[in-house]
């Protein structure tokens, strides 16, 4: 019995040790089958000068998996035209902003956000900390259908995590939320 009570604990031990915080809103009946999007490099707001393309980038590919869309906006591609267009980045949490930027770029839908941590935390050990918002507008109704908030502290009692494997988890937990409510 003793032994049970000290491998419950230590169950929870590693249970806590890993935080993830995430609020969603997702428009019931989205049909993304024939549309066009963009992901633009998130807002950042992180002490890291590329962290935003870095996320976008993950989940660039993260949304190239689930094939709901007719196409994407290929990254590369995507940062030259938003050179060309002089497009500010930083005026992207303005929806109506959004949308001019959205039909400059010739797409159906525009994924937009902000990075406000992208991180170790500064602790014994360094745990990967990430956190940002994601919101998804549509052209043809000016809506948007889609805003998740997601933190995470990647937080491990053995061995090692990095910010990659902590925006992995976050993008993959994002695109299940979405699905699940499409």
């Not at 994407?72 to 030259?80: A, D, G, K, Q, V």
């Not at 990967?128 to 502290?153: A, C, F, G, N, Q």
């Not at 990095?162 to 409510?181: M, P």
Request: charged content about 20%.
């Amino acid at each position: 019995m003793k032994k049970a009570g000290v491998f419950v604990v230590f169950l929870l031990v590693i249970v806590g040790c890993s935080t993830f915080h995430q609020q969603a809103y997702v428009e019931p009946g989205i049909n993304w089958s024939e549309k066009t999007v963009a992901v633009l490099p998130l807002q950042n707001h992180s002490l890291r000068p590329d962290a935003g393309i870095v996320v976008s980038e993950y989940l660039y590919t993260g949304f190239m998996r689930t094939g709901w869309f007719d196409s994407i906006l290929e990254p590369t591609f995507l940062r030259s035209e938003i050179y060309r267009l002089d497009i500010n980045l930083e005026k992207m949490n303005r929806q109506e902003y959004a949308l001019e930027v959205a039909q400059k770029l010739g797409v159906d839908g525009i994924f937009y956000g902000v990075l406000a941590e992208y991180d170790y935390q500064h602790n014994i050990q360094e745990d990967p900390t990430v956190s940002y918002t994601l919101h998804y507008l549509d052209v043809e109704s000016e809506k948007v259908m889609i805003s998740i908030s997601s933190s995470r502290v990647g937080k491990v009692l053995l061995g090692n995590r990095n910010l990659g494997q902590v925006v992995q988890e976050i993008v993959e937990r994002q695109i299940q939320s979405i699905g699940e409510n499409i």
